[in-house]
């Protein structure tokens, strides 16, 4: 394979724009595709956490940008590799010209693929979020993931291996931190019954350092299909820090119907509340009612709306609702 020509097709996709994950290399066994998004979000009335915007809007738009490479490397095996980033906007107008000038890794990892399943490195998911996943279909929903780090996506040092049975996904991680006793490990399955009920569970655990205590969860999901219509939900309970004596609990519901073939309704509902020293009190409660239509397959509109529930002494500021506006467009 020729280093030259894959860097010229690599450099013509990302400049020209192409569409579709367009594959810019393809011989002798080897593939590669480059792919991401642009997306405009415009946040009214109220962030993502609920807190109050002082002026008009508060702009949280981000381009994405991936590659995706994969080789033969004989024995029916593959090798393959996958890199992310995200670059976010200053939200700014006026006489101002800030501008972000970063991008911010979300994965990298490298791995092999074959009949035992795959193995890969890298910063990449752990285990527990194919769990999560099943009611991660909103625009404000997936925290169920984030409680602990060996459940969490986009974690450095992790090595994961999936296998796919016929009506079974096993997924397991173990994350070796360069840190003294902060490793941590995870696993979760996924069964598919053949009349579209999808049933999973999952645990994680991590040290949290030296002295500083451990982390557990277990999460467990359902999702339902039934042609154009969607259901999932998520539960999941564990302790956030065992030394600190601080527990968790969450539950996200979320529903999706497609109306016509471009347009489709998206509902969710979200609550999580941790418990330290027997004092309780709510980190989300919120409803959300989202509209999202389909112009193609790679340009859609959306808009959503967030009903925040969030008690204003628990979140440590007055709660407000929020407005989200977005245009996205895939390559």
Do not use: C, H
Not at 107 to 119: E, H, P
Not at 249 to 268: D, H
Not at 273 to 296: I, S
């Amino acid at each position: 394979m020729k280093k030259a020509a894959i860097a010229v097709a690599v450099l013509s996709a990302v400049v020209s724009g192409s569409t579709l994950a367009a594959t810019v290399y393809d011989a002798e066994g080897t593939s590669l595709k480059v792919g991401g998004r642009l997306e405009f979000r415009g946040d009214f009335n109220g962030n993502d956490k609920g807190e109050e915007i002082e002026g008009t809007m508060l702009n949280k738009s981000r381009v994405r940008l991936n590659v995706a490479g994969e080789t033969d490397i004989g024995a029916g095996m593959k090798g393959f590799g996958f890199w992310e980033a995200e670059q976010g906007v200053k939200s700014s107008a006026g006489t101002s010209t800030e501008q972000e000038t970063t991008f911010k890794q979300r994965y990298m990892y490298v791995g092999m693929k074959g009949d035992f399943g795959s193995l890969s490195f890298g910063r990449q998911n752990t285990a527990g979020v194919q769990i999560s996943d099943m009611s991660d279909i909103g625009t404000f929903t997936g925290d169920q993931k984030a409680f602990v780090s060996a459940g969490n996506e986009q974690i450095n040092n992790t090595i994961a291996y999936g296998y796919d049975f016929e009506s079974f996904k096993l997924k397991a991680s173990y994350i070796a931190d360069d840190e003294k006793n902060a490793d941590g490990y995870g696993l979760s399955g996924i069964y598919s019954a053949p009349f579209g009920l999808d049933i999973g569970l999952g645990y994680a655990a991590n040290d949290l350092g030296t002295d500083k205590g451990s982390a557990d969860q277990i999460i467990a999901g359902l999702g339902y299909t039934m042609g154009d219509l969607y259901f999932g939900a998520t539960y999941t309970t564990g302790d956030k820090n065992d030394k600190a004596d601080t527990e968790f609990t969450g539950i996200e519901v979320s529903a999706q119907y497609k109306i016509t073939k471009e347009f489709r309704l998206i509902a969710a509902y979200q609550n999580q509340e941790e418990e330290t020293k027997n004092v309780t009190k709510d980190t989300a409660d919120f409803f959300e009612l989202t509209g999202r239509y389909d112009f193609t397959k790679n340009f859609r509109s959306y808009l959503a709306y967030k009903a925040n529930g969030l008690d204003d002494k628990d979140a440590g500021y007055k709660v407000e609702d929020t407005i989200r506006l977005g245009l996205r467009y895939d390559f």
